[in-house]
């Protein structure tokens, strides 16, 4: 799921604009530190993902009282746990990251990349979703079930987030 | 077995055949074991001797000569536990060869014992070859059998499963809440009522790490008296709602005819508690003291004793599974023994030959030298360099085939044929010292082979 998730990004943000490689505007390195934090910030979400539909399934698994080859093979909960929040601590400050560069150097150049862009707004989104997701952990203390479940829903909605958002920008760029 | 190197044989009774009243009398203590492997090493006919005693058996192991082996009057007489032979009658069992080979092979992978895959026999087959080797009673096959045996014992449990499945009650509710929680150390647990099974359990996750331990019981001696017996502190508390939501695993064991948690309570508690984490409830008491309902709660995972009974069987069907694995494995290992054993019946041979062709070297290097009397003395040595030169290298290949086509059994009674080709049975009549015994035997193969190689 995760190499998905990574050529979807590259996809969304080379975009159709990457068929015009002569531009020097893409050697910014502004845009550099954009696409390279929003790389590993989305590779990090999909390992929050990971844990979290493996923690679903091992809980599924304890709950119903059938040890399958997931409760043999799997880490414990708190592990999986664990795996997740790290990866959403590691995800969420490169998204921050990875949208300021992005606006800085849409700003500077001719490649619109402000605030009314579609796949500008997903980014956004997808920053309320992991923001959400840290301040349940942080503020109220939550782990487990309700983390996993979020950390799974969140990656899913925003990777379509992503997808409709570079398909918007090659229909037309703004919403 | 083996004409020459002798066989391997065991002899003596398990838990399949005999019942504990019987078994217990002819338990070894582990002072008593020089004595009787003293005894054992002397007992007619056995040339080497091992002896091995748990709590589901007791077994002499013996090299000996062929024909009648002395593995069973020697367990049944020698080791002067008083009962008769006829006594005994029915309880015995006696391997002999290839199958006493793999009767140690599974008894250290633990597919013999009474629970398949129990962890302590590896150390008690390792205590068995230390004392035999102490009291020097094993010599070189029985103590390769056990070193064999024990990388056995090691390769199945880290092959298979066959040890990876918790298979009692207490155990699988420790694997649960490690499957939840991870590492147990300084997680807080409640244990409700001071039965057995819940003070078994709680025996079982205070060795993982879990404290501190709050117990609620009847009366504040029974506290005093758990805490003495598992040697830990134990805080008295309350059931309620505060407790619930501090602890993380909650172990019911008490003989109220009602339930003592309810899921109102539980949801209470799961609201309250400062982390939102997991809740292990394990209740193994009848009646049960947990409402099944807890289940429902989110974060909550509830077990009673059928939950765990149904854990602990199915982990017993998959060690079972594992035991085709482990068979495998032992017959393989079985055959690999079997090859070095089989190799040792070409040694008698091997060493024979050598000495016929070392008897006509030194008789024509006398005549020679007798002849050359002229030559300085560094030339009379470089002569006899020669001879010698000369018998290794022609040796040199014929042993090794020998030694290989003995240990897979490609060309039986081929030793026999090269016996008869170099005249070595006529040698033998001639001279006793021809026929050596398998300890010779084995310095003389391996001062063979350092000459082969050296020539």
């Known amino acids: 799921m995760m190499p998905l998730g990574l050529v979807l990004y590259a996809v969304g943000v080379m975009g159709p604009e990457a068929v015009v490689p002569a531009d020097t505007h893409f050697f910014n390195p502004l845009f550099q530190v954009h696409v390279t934090a929003f790389l590993v910030a989305y590779a990090a979400f999909g390992v929050a993902f990971c844990g979290g539909v493996m923690y679903l399934l091992l809980a599924r698994d304890i709950r119903r009282k059938q040890l399958t080859q997931f409760f043999l093979r799997l880490p414990s909960l708190e592990a999986l746990d664990s795996i997740g929040q790290r990866a959403v601590w590691v995800g969420f400050p490169l998204l921050i990251v990875g949208l300021a560069t992005g606006i800085a150097w849409g700003q500077h150049g001719t490649h619109a990349w402000g605030l009314g862009q579609a796949k500008v707004l997903s980014a956004f989104v997808t920053l309320v979703i992991y923001l959400y997701y840290l301040v349940r952990r942080v503020v109220f203390r939550w782990s487990g079930r309700h983390c996993a479940i979020v950390a799974v829903i969140g990656y899913v909605l925003s990777l379509a987030l992503l997808l409709a958002g570079s398909f918007a920008g090659r229909l037309g760029g703004h919403l | 077995m083996n004409q020459g190197v002798g066989r391997i044989t065991v002899a003596g009774l398990t838990h399949h055949l005999a019942p504990v009243e019987i078994r217990e009398r002819l338990a070894v203590a582990t002072q008593d074991y020089p004595e009787m492997l003293n005894r054992l090493r002397q007992w007619p006919g056995v040339r080497e001797g091992a002896l091995l005693s748990t709590c589901n058996r007791s077994e002499v192991y013996a090299l000996s000569e062929e024909g009648e082996s002395p593995a069973l009057p020697a367990f049944t007489e020698g080791l002067g536990h008083g009962m008769r032979h006829d006594e005994l009658e029915g309880y015995l069992f006696h391997y002999d060869g290839e199958r006493a080979i793999e009767h140690l092979f599974a008894v250290a992978a633990g597919i013999d014992s009474a629970i398949i895959g129990e962890p302590q026999i590896l150390g008690q087959v390792r205590q068995a070859y230390d004392a035999a080797r102490a009291a020097g009673s094993v010599g070189t096959v029985l103590d390769r059998l056990f070193q064999h045996a ?90 309620d709602e505060q407790i619930l939501a501090e602890v993380d695993v ?206």
């Open chain 2, 150 to 239: 024990l990388e056995v014992g090691k390769r199945v449990r880290a092959e298979t499963a066959i040890g990876a499945y918790a298979v009692s009650v207490p155990y699988a509710a420790v694997e649960l809440a490690r499957k939840i929680f991870g590492d147990l150390e300084g997680r807080p647990a409640l244990i409700i009522g001071t039965g057995d099974m819940g003070e078994l359990t709680l025996k079982h996750l205070i060795e993982r790490g879990v404290a501190p331990v709050y117990v609620a019981a009847r009366s504040l001696e029974r506290v005093d008296d758990l805490a003495a017996r598992l040697g830990v502190e134990l805080v008295a508390r309350h059931v």
């Open chain 2, 250 to 455: 909650v172990v019911a064991a008490s003989a109220a005819p009602h339930a003592l948690v309810s899921a109102a309570q539980v949801k209470a508690a799961m609201r309250r508690r400062k982390h939102k984490r997991p809740l292990f409830l394990i209740d193994i008491a009848v009646p049960r003291n947990i409402d099944p309902l807890t289940a429902e709660v989110t974060n909550v995972f509830s077990y009673n004793i059928d939950d765990l009974a149904q854990v602990v069987t199915a982990n017993r069907e998959r060690r079972d599974r594992e035991v085709i694995k482990v068979r495998a494995i032992i017959l393989e290992e079985t055959a690999r023994f079997l090859a070095w054993f089989n190799a040792r019946q070409a040694v008698p041979t091997v060493v024979a030959l050598r000495q016929r062709l070392d008897h006509v070297r030194a008789e024509e290097e006398a005549r020679a030298l007798a002849k050359l009397v002229h030559l300085p003395e560094k030339d009379r040595e470089a002569v006899a360099r020669y001879g010698q030169a000369l018998v290794n290298r022609i040796l040199h290949e014929p042993s090794v085939r020998l030694r290989a086509a003995t240990s897979d059994n490609r060309y039986p009674g081929l030793d026999e044929a090269v016996g008869y080709l170099f005249g070595l049975d006529q040698a033998s009549n001639a001279g006793s010292s021809s026929s050596p015994s398998p300890g010779d035997a084995d310095s003389e193969r391996q001062g063979e082979d350092n000459r082969s190689h050296g020539g």
